[in-house]
């Protein structure tokens, strides 16, 4: 091999040996994360943890909400379907009252 083969193989090792590193200060850092170090302190720990508990029934309730919401959106839906099937009778209804009118004499309406 060519000395510049060498030299550019060399360069990709110590990339590659660069980012390894930097991966393993990330690692470290995170390890390092006082949820996860043995003297955390508890009181935070379990302070984050009732929030999250609280946060979470919220989420539920909100479920609830929204699953009441859909049911009361069927309902609404269903009557909906009614009043507008009647609707429409009602207009045909009228439009058949409209052409009997049309055929009446003009003398009878006099």
Same mark, same amino acid.
């Given at each position: ?32 994360? &006082? ?9 935070? #720990? ?40 009647? #609707? ?8 058949? #009252? ?6 009446? &004499? ?5």
């Amino acid at each position: 091999m060519k000395s510049a083969e060498w030299m550019q193989m060399l360069d990709q090792l110590q990339t590659a040996l660069n980012q390894i590193s930097a991966d393993a200060e990330q690692q470290e850092a995170a390890l390092a994360s &006082p949820l996860l170090a043995d003297d955390a302190d508890t009181g935070k #720990f379990e302070d984050w943890a009732q929030k999250l508990d609280d946060a979470a029934q919220r989420l539920k309730e909100c479920e609830a909400y929204v699953a009441e919401a859909g049911k009361q959106a069927e309902n609404a839906q269903g009557d909906l379907v009614v009043h507008e099937e009647a #609707f429409r009778q009602y207009q045909n209804r009228l439009k058949e #009252f409209r052409q009997k009118l049309a055929n009446v &004499p003009a003398v009878a309406i006099e």
